[in-house]
């Protein structure tokens, strides 16, 4: 089989696609070295170090990002619940490459402005907006039943675990736990899970706003 050739975008490639089959900690400079059939001296001509790898790896997740102009708060969120979606195990190099590129900064500069016309002071809206992101990586990583760098017969094993230990708790003691037992453990409709996050989000600022009036 024929390795791929070695290049900047390559290699940024394939440190993606490995993070997204065996998780963040599966991308090393000799394990992707390996992939590309080079000694792991030949990838420091694309990449000086392992971190600079990994700001990159965050930076092309934003570049899959669209901004509209008159996006509202909510529409900007789900756009970015979106990208991260495609990358799990590499969302946590997001929020540090916001200001890194022109997708992160128009975010960025939409959502604050939006918080401005719901009347935040400056400072708030940076609270706010840096909740917002942090909102859409915990919704990805933590997404019932995704279990990132497990395949899926591991996730399946795993969830089953999950749920037996649930449904062998006291129903005496924990009732609602146990009628909760198989949402608490896998989403049924993704798409729900993040739309209804999300609003729930958006409504907790709006409302927060409407107070301070």
Known sequence: MNKPALSRESVLDAALAL???????????????GEFGVTPMAMYWHFANKDELLAAMGQAV???LEVQAEASFSELLRGLVTVL????????????QMFATSQGLQVTERALALLAELGFSVGEAANIARTAMDLCVMLVVGEPGREIGMDECEREKHLAGKLAAIRGLSAEQYPHVLAAAEPLTGVGDAEEFYRSSVELFVAG???????LR
């Open 62 to 64: 934003l570049f899959e």
């Open 85 to 96: 979606r495609k990358h799990p195990a590499a969302v946590s190099l997001v929020p540090t």
């Open 205 to 211: 600022v709006e409302a927060r706003a409407f107070a």
């Open 19 to 33: 993070a997204d089959r065996e998780g963040l900690p599966a991308v090393t400079v000799r394990r992707l070295a």
